[in-house]
């Protein structure tokens, strides 16, 4: 089954106006124009993920600030981009962060009263600092 997340396609055109406070002719419009451009089903229905509402509204937000349409289009592009970004550089953090640990040698190991521990090198293990308190009868 698929994971649920923000990029997931969820809601028919009706719902998704609904919840950005637009009229569905205006999504249409959005999306003929390419500023929101929602997933489509195999019947060519639109679907809407969380992403888009929340551009949707961005979009009435800066077109209340006076934005024009062209604007828009262009900081929503920034915006996407932007955040295609940080996807990429967070994926390379994680898989190089994968690389150091996975050299030999890289990972050290301590044992202790709670078992044996992993540690990145230049790292302590964990202490344990609980209290436990014992009354005898």
Same mark, same amino acid.
């Given at each position: 089954?698929?994971?649920?997340?923000?990029?997931? *396609?969820?809601?028919?055109?009706?719902?998704?106006?609904?919840?950005?406070m637009?009229? *569905?002719?205006?999504?249409?419009?959005?999306?003929?124009?390419?500023? !929101? !451009? *929602?997933?489509r089903?195999g019947?060519?229905? +639109?679907?809407?993920?969380?992403?888009?509402?929340?551009?949707? +509204?961005?979009?009435?937000?800066?077109?209340?600030?006076?934005?024009s349409l062209?604007?828009?289009?262009?900081?929503?592009?920034?915006?996407?981009?932007?955040?295609e970004?940080?996807?990429?550089?967070?994926?390379?953090?994680?898989?190089?962060?994968?690389?150091?640990?996975?050299? *030999?040698g890289?990972?050290?190991?301590?044992?202790?009263?709670?078992? !044996?521990?992993?540690?990145? +090198?230049g790292?302590?293990?964990?202490?344990?600092?609980?209290? !436990?308190?014992?009354?005898? +009868?």
């Amino acid at each position: 089954m698929e994971e649920l997340n923000e990029n997931t *396609p969820l809601f028919a055109i009706g719902v998704a106006a609904e919840l950005a406070m637009m009229h *569905p002719q205006t999504l249409r419009d959005y999306d003929r124009l390419g500023l !929101v !451009v *929602p997933g489509r089903t195999g019947g060519q229905s +639109r679907r809407y993920t969380m992403r888009n509402v929340a551009q949707l +509204r961005e979009i009435a937000r800066l077109s209340a600030e006076g934005v024009s349409l062209e604007g828009i289009k262009r900081i929503l592009e920034l915006e996407n981009q932007n955040s295609e970004l940080s996807q990429r550089v967070r994926d390379l953090e994680q898989a190089l962060a994968n690389e150091l640990m996975n050299r *030999p040698g890289a990972r050290i190991f301590a044992a202790g009263d709670m078992g !044996v521990e992993s540690l990145a +090198r230049g790292k302590r293990p964990t202490r344990h600092t609980e209290i !436990v308190v014992y009354r005898g +009868r």
